[in-house]
């Protein structure tokens, strides 16, 4: 097995006026351990809040007892949408794996850890976890989401269970495809590519990622949020009858998961 301390995972996170999380977001990737180095890229897509003040507010680069540490600050002059930005930190990325995370979102620790050892161990592409749903203002929900802990490209179909801030993926293969289309869930569609490619991911049914339901979040919308996801199935190319048969299991693994 590689050795552990020749692993840099690149932490991409978007951020769009979230000055308020940004914060605690950073910090739970900087505070994560196992013996890896970590450099964490906030993409800034034109924010007029304090976004570059609070990056600015952390040393470039420092080394620990786990590796080094370092933190990179891009900016987009104009608005690109989530999908690009994310793109232009894997364009960035020098991370033999590249983590997900939102702005407003936050990690546990060991989140990465964990991940990275069943990767390593099964030689994965893509691996998410379980999450934990809080309020806006971070109190927690009591609602938990699980993870199965192999996902493949016929269950990803029936419900996307790979949210994006859990996502861990080689960096390689996210550049074989990026991200696309912010109206759609421009994250389902990579993880369905990547799968329908490699075949398997894998999960850590744990909670190991806060994901924070915001007001203005894409999916807090559910009516909105089914037509983007049958969306994603014809943007696939699958044909009109499959794609009410995927939405019924979407539908249905929906009412599960937030009920």
Excluded at 92 to 102: C, Q, R, S, T, V
Excluded at 154 to 175: D, F, G, H, P, Y
Excluded at 179 to 197: A, T
Aim: hydrophobic share 35%; net charge neutral.
């Amino acid at each position: 097995m590689e050795n552990r301390e020749e692993i840099v995972v690149s932490v991409i996170i978007p951020a769009h006026n979230a000055a308020a999380f940004l914060k605690q977001a950073i910090d739970s990737a900087l505070d994560q351990k196992g013996g890896f180095g970590l450099e964490v890229i906030v993409i800034d897509d034109a924010s007029t809040d304090a976004t570059e003040e609070i990056v600015a507010g952390y040393p470039a680069k420092w080394d620990t007892p786990e590796g080094i540490r370092s933190i990179c600050y891009l900016k987009n002059e104009q608005n690109q949408g989530v999908a690009e930005t994310r793109n232009k930190g894997i364009r960035n990325a020098a991370g033999k794996y590249i983590a997900f995370l939102d702005a407003d979102d936050w990690w546990e620790q060991g989140k990465l850890q964990k991940q990275l050892a069943l990767m390593e161990e099964k030689k994965a592409v893509l691996c998410g976890t379980g999450r934990l749903l809080v309020h806006a203002d971070g109190s927690s929900t009591g609602k938990q989401i699980e993870v199965p802990d192999e996902i493949t490209y016929e269950m990803l179909l029936r419900t996307n269970s790979i949210t994006c801030s859990s996502a861990v993926l080689l960096t390689e293969v996210a550049r074989e495809f990026y991200m696309c289309h912010d109206e759609l869930h421009e994250d389902y569609i990579l993880w369905l590519k990547v799968l329908q490619k490699y075949r398997k991911a894998y999960g850590i049914n744990e909670p190991l990622v806060n994901c924070r339901q915001s007001e203005g979040g894409k999916s807090r919308n559910k009516w909105k949020s089914a037509k983007m996801h049958f969306g994603v199935y014809r943007y696939m190319k699958i044909g009109c009858l499959r794609s009410c048969y995927y939405m019924i299991h979407y539908i249905w693994n929906g009412i599960r998961k937030y009920h």
